[in-house]
């Protein structure tokens, strides 16, 4: 006990400036940085960087921000979501003025607006009070109505849920069309029906995403059901579905679908396939869905949660835990890529518009799976230094304990992102939690060790 009792006062004495410097950090565009620029990318992109908050509070050393980034990887500005009653940012879409479209939440609500980078204003502002974590919200119909994906959307009263897709008319100030997940997905309270394993609770579809791909078809994206709708605004039928609750070999909480067509008509979905830490493209072809294309996978990503197709091909990536924003061809080689902490959500490139899209891989001939190649692995995870996740999985391979290794690593790199300190490193990290878990363990033998003298001490205090 002599030998852990030393070794415990030598961590505190050598992690003392690092205590020091968890008190004084203060947030920096610094670490703000390109990677890999083999190409440069074709004007502006933008990206939304969540941040992190607790309690709705936002914390100062991971904020949420709104960064443009030039075609060589250069900072061309960053906007700053705490001075603007923002707690997180989510969806971001480029306007046809040059300006964007910002989507973001705050205590009690959400906040949407239109934001000219070059003058760092806001347009205009729209609030909706009591419409919780709204992920996405677009502009549609010539800017007349804002198309809103709502969630948490609980009726505490009812014990019922809520969540929906609703349209707000601006002119009117109100809305005018919603369509309601429980009416549309057989739920009953005392039955599950098509989501048994998910009944409604406060959280129960996740839905972050919505999109108009045609004239009055929306594109959902439930994610705590592992699936992509699109709906009828007229009919309110879902007029496709890909995946279906519970069937993670297709998606797994997936995030942010794009609708693409082959150049025969063939709908196909992009997808970030979130859990699974894959980006997936799937063409229909009659009344299946076939996976054409698969890039990645936990030794690649972590925790993807934005794809788009580009025009010439390529598909823009965010890669969340991973903190960057990658650019890859359709055989996974990255040609472009910028690391963005702390945890980005969405990215654009401003010329191009919302979600353009491009060529399918069918289109391309390129389908297939593909590993990802030629990051600069500004971080772990990112190149070849392997993250603690990493390792633990590569070192139990193989071996009987292999699953629920597997599991545990998974669960830690989608965990540890969020809680570990902005000037700690990842392996730095994993040795201050083993640390305490030491200390802890050191701390609970002690007490057993010397619990009848711990107890007749007591008495004898107390007699």
């Known amino acids: 006990m002599v030998g852990t009792r030393h070794g415990v006062v030598a961590h505190r004495v050598a992690t003392h400036p690092a205590a020091v410097s968890?008190?004084?950090?203060?947030?920096?565009?610094?670490?703000?940085?390109?990677?890999?620029?083999?190409?440069?990318?074709?004007?502006?992109?933008?990206?939304?960087?969540?941040?992190f908050k607790f309690k709705g509070q936002s914390n100062r050393k991971k904020p949420a921000r709104l960064v443009g980034v030039g075609p060589r990887g250069n900072m061309q500005w960053v906007h700053n979501g705490s001075n603007n009653d923002v707690t997180w940012f989510y969806d971001?879409?480029?306007?046809?003025?040059?300006?964007?479209?910002?989507?973001?939440?705050?205590?009690?609500?959400?906040?949407?607006?239109?934001?000219?980078p070059e003058t760092n204003e806001r347009v205009w502002v729209k609030q909706f009070d009591g419409v919780h974590d709204t992920h996405d919200a677009d502009l549609i119909n010539n800017g007349t109505e804002l198309l809103v994906a709502n969630m948490r959307n609980y009726n505490t009263t009812s014990e019922t849920n809520e969540d929906r897709i609703f349209v707000y008319d601006r002119e009117q100030e109100k809305i005018t069309w919603e369509w309601q997940f429980e009416d549309h997905t057989n739920w009953t309270k005392d039955q599950g029906g098509d989501y048994a394993a998910d009944p409604p609770n406060n959280d129960w579809t996740h839905v972050n995403d919505v999109d108009k791909i045609d004239d009055g078809q929306f594109l959902a994206s439930p994610r705590n059901m592992d699936q992509v709708m699109v709906i009828n605004r007229s009919t309110k039928a879902i007029d496709m579905r890909l995946g279906s609750d519970g069937n993670h070999s297709i998606l797994y909480e997936q995030h942010n679908p794009q609708y693409l067509e082959s150049q025969n008509g063939t709908p196909a979905m992009l997808v970030a396939d979130s859990e699974n830490d894959r980006i997936v493209e799937y063409a229909k072809r009659g009344d299946e869905w076939k996976r054409t294309w698969e890039l990645g996978s936990s030794q690649d990503f972590n925790w993807p949660r934005d794809a788009d197709r580009l025009p010439n091909g390529n598909t823009l990536i965010v890669d969340t835990n991973n903190q960057r924003v990658i650019e890859v061809t359709p055989q996974g080689e990255i040609v472009w890529e910028f690391y963005a902490p702390?945890?980005?959500?969405?990215?654009?490139?401003?010329?191009?518009?919302?979600?353009?899209?491009?060529?399918?891989?069918?289109?391309?001939?390129?389908?297939?799976?593909?590993?990802?190649?030629?990051?600069?692995?500004?971080?772990?995870?990112?190149?070849?230094?392997?993250?603690?996740?990493?390792?633990?999985?590569?070192?139990?391979?193989?071996?009987?304990?292999?699953?629920?290794?597997d599991a545990f690593a998974n669960r830690w790199s989608k965990i540890?992102?969020?809680?570990?300190?902005?000037?700690?490193?990842?392996?730095?990290f994993v040795g201050v939690v083993f640390a305490v878990l030491v200390l802890l363990s050191w701390s609970f033998g002690e007490l057993v060790y010397n619990r009848e003298r711990i107890a007749n001490g007591v008495r004898q205090r107390f007699a």
């Open 342 to 405: 702390w945890a980005p959500f969405d990215v654009e490139r401003m010329q191009l518009g919302d979600e353009p899209g491009g060529p399918t891989i069918a289109d391309q001939a390129a389908a297939g799976k593909y590993d990802l190649s030629g990051s600069a692995g500004l971080t772990p995870g990112t190149g070849d230094r392997l993250t603690f996740s990493q390792w633990l999985s590569a070192a139990f391979a193989g071996t009987v304990v292999s699953g629920p290794v």
């Open 416 to 428: 540890a992102p969020w809680v570990r300190p902005v000037w700690m490193g990842p392996w730095d």
């Open 22 to 51: 968890a008190l004084t950090h203060e947030p920096s565009d610094s670490n703000l940085q390109k990677g890999t620029i083999e190409k440069p990318a074709n004007g502006t992109t933008v990206i939304s960087i969540q941040g």
């Open 92 to 116: 971001v879409d480029p306007l046809d003025n040059g300006n964007l479209l910002v989507t973001g939440a705050r205590q009690g609500g959400t906040t949407i607006y239109e934001y000219n």
